[in-house]
């Protein structure tokens, strides 16, 4: 089992991967995932980015 920090540490590079649309890069981490957070957890990470984007944006123009 993995510990907190590991898993912190790889939603953080992925959300900086999202926030700097590093695409390419974004996409090879989440394949790589299996080797280390798992690649449904990874994929989770990424949906919480996209979910955050849109909350921003929509706090932002309402």
Known sequence: MLTVGVKENYFIKIR??????EYEK????????????????????LEKCVIEKRLQWL???L
Not at 26 to 45: D, N, R, S, W
Request: proline share 3%; charged share 30%.
């Open 26 to 45: 974004l996409f090879q981490t989440i394949l790589e995932a299996p080797k280390t957070v798992g690649l449904e957890e990874a994929l989770k990470y």
């Open 16 to 21: 900086n991967l999202y926030l700097k649309r």
């Open 59 to 61: 706090h932002e123009n």
